[in-house]
């Protein structure tokens, strides 16, 4: 056989070829098989150790597969076995180190991978907490309320009076909206106050000489989505603040209004007040839980475009002004 | 005590309440003649010390002057029930004490003991028993359910209006000699600045002390709003915020805040 550059070129690849294709076939065997290894072994170790050993077989079989039409052997001519022994030195120096890199590889891949999931998962578990948080942030039935207004309802009903009905369904419209539900959606602004308007209902049947109210309304807000108890629980901190403490009562206003694309809900009252400085004492006892806990219910559904503002009205009374974005539903 | 016939006042802010007690009475206790009715604290004593009722019957929560209150000015001048709507607190308080008391809506059996108990010394004369002692023990138990809470908002002037301020909106706050300023987020989250009469010293023991720490003698910051610290000369350091170019000084007595900043 003539010997030429380009074939010399040709079976050197066509050997180093099969030798890489061997040790590829052996990590890659070794990957997924024995399926179970003993504990102390440990399958990157065998790969590794695979891909080595098969070296010299490989190089010995590229050998023959290449000089199949030779007259005589190869492992006969001293220039193929000093090529052939090069072929395993390299082979043993350099192809470890690539299978330790590509192993390397493979496992920070499936980190990655594994990162991912868990991030995933953490994200879940983080809309779960807030949901649950949401819900705990809304206002509860307060076993106070809920005692009272039923002792009026069984008077009206002891009385024999015609108002007996309207107040129970007051009552079940602000039970069915306050008592948390697992699937609370968003509600519309026209729900909102219709649960305001039962809840004011039941107030002035209670106090009928001491609250008087006013719910105004643009018709294009009805429409408007508004996380539910929002309005309630600026309602309810009027009367309990306002309303409830002052021996003489007085009016709560509620007014909603669209304005440039954002909704401005504004509930004021002419009750007590902030009340009188007391040297050192800021903020009623108990006063501003509800509205803190509303502030943060905002801020995680609106992220910082809702503002809650609370002013104080002279002669004596309380305003709380709401503007979150308009959004129909 | 008189052989006449028993008198009674009730008190309850609720209309419709008076007269379901004054409706349930009639049954239980037909010759009780209620002779007046009082919408709040205030009213139950005026009313109590011009008719001399033997009995009056209070709503606990009531507006401006509460039951107890009241009770206390009513003194052994007639026999005291309360009367209280469900509240876990205020029901654990009264069945602590010797203190007759009704639970709303009132239940007819249990009314009926109360009258037959109240009767009992009426019969025997005897007069209403001194219930100071009891309620100061029932107070204190009512109070100690409102445990004090972190402030969660600041009443203050802003231009010309009283504002309630979030707390966690608040940047800084720093005494000047009679005010405090208060430095915090207005409404579209620009810096603004308002000034309470309240001392610095009496606010920082309303804080929450998680968040707000004491930097100088004058100056209270809100850590969650601190953008960075550089330290100074003479074991001093100024505090960058947020968003605000002012700096704060910190004094050496508490610079161990920002020890392994």
């Known amino acids: ?329 | 005590m008189t052989t006449a016939r028993p008198t009674a006042l009730i008190a309850d802010d609720e209309p419709l309440l008076r007269s379901s007690l004054t409706r349930m009475l009639a049954e239980a206790w037909p010759e009780l003649e209620i002779v007046a009715q009082a919408r709040n604290g205030r009213e139950a004593v005026e009313q109590t010390q011009a008719l001399q009722p033997t009995v009056c019957f209070l709503d606990v929560h009531m507006p401006g002057l509460s039951g107890v209150e009241a009770a206390r000015q009513i003194g052994r001048a007639a026999h005291v029930v309360f009367v209280t709507a469900y509240s876990e607190y205020a029901v654990e308080a009264f069945a602590q004490g010797a203190l007759d008391y009704l639970v709303k809506p009132v239940d007819p059996a249990r009314l009926a003991d109360t009258v037959a108990r109240v009767r009992e010394r009426l019969v025997a004369a005897q007069p209403a028993p001194d219930i100071d002692v009891l309620l100061d023990k029932l107070e204190a138990r009512l109070q100690k359910k409102a445990a004090p809470e972190p402030l969660r908002w600041i009443k203050a002037l802003v231009g010309q209006a009283l504002r309630m301020i979030p707390v966690e909106e608040i940047d800084y706050l720093r005494s000047d000699e009679k005010y405090t300023l208060i430095a915090w987020r207005g409404d579209d989250g620009k810096a603004a600045e308002a000034l309470i009469r309240t001392s610095l010293k009496d606010l920082l023991d309303q804080l929450d002390g998680a968040h707000f720490i004491q930097v100088h003698r004058s100056v209270v910051v809100n850590i969650n709003m601190v953008s960075h610290v550089t330290r100074g000369e003479n074991e001093t350091a100024t505090i960058h915020m947020k968003g605000r170019s002012e700096k704060l000084p910190v004094s050496r007595s508490y610079l161990h805040h920002f020890k392994q900043m």
């Open chain 1, 1 to 329: 056989m003539k010997f030429t550059w380009p074939t010399w070129w040709i079976t050197i690849w066509a050997r180093l070829f099969l030798i890489g294709f061997l040790q590829l076939t052996a990590f890659g065997l070794l990957e997924r098989w024995p399926r179970r290894l003993p504990r102390w072994v440990a399958r990157w170790v065998l790969q590794v150790a695979a891909v080595a050993i098969v070296v010299p077989f490989a190089a010995a079989l590229a050998y023959s597969l290449t000089t199949l039409g030779d007259p005589s052997p190869w492992y006969q001519s001293k220039e193929k076995l000093a090529g052939c022994g090069s072929m395993i030195g390299a082979g043993l120096l350099f192809s470890p180190w690539i299978a330790m890199s590509a192993l390397y590889r493979h496992i920070s891949g499936q980190a990655q991978r594994q990162a991912l999931s868990f991030e995933l998962e953490r994200s879940e578990f983080a809309r779960d907490a807030l949901d649950s948080r949401l819900r705990l942030l809304q206002a509860q039935v307060e076993p106070h309320f809920l005692f009272n207004t039923l002792a009026n309802v069984r008077e009206l009903v002891d009385a024999g009076s015609a108002q007996a009905s309207q107040v129970l369904n007051s009552l079940i419209a602000y039970l069915r909206a306050a008592v948390p539900s697992l699937n609370d959606t968003s509600s519309t602004l026209g729900q909102e106050l219709d649960l305001v308007r039962a809840y004011l209902e039941i107030m002035h049947m209670r106090m009928p000489d001491r609250l008087q109210f006013k719910i105004q309304v643009e018709d294009a807000a009805l429409r408007i989505k508004c996380p539910p108890m929002t309005l309630l629980t600026l309602v309810e901190n009027a009367v309990r603040h306002g309303i409830d403490p002052s021996e003489v009562g007085g009016q709560i206003d509620v007014s909603v209004r669209l304005q440039q694309g954002r909704c401005l809900a504004l509930v004021s009252d002419t009750g007590v007040g902030l009340g009188q400085d007391h040297q050192g004492k800021q903020a009623s006892q108990g006063l501003g839980t509800g509205l803190a806990n509303l502030r943060e219910r905002l801020q995680l559904i609106f992220a910082g475009d809702a503002q809650l503002s609370l002013t104080a009205l002279s002669p004596h009374g309380f305003s709380a002004e709401l503007n979150f974005p308009a959004e129909a539903s």
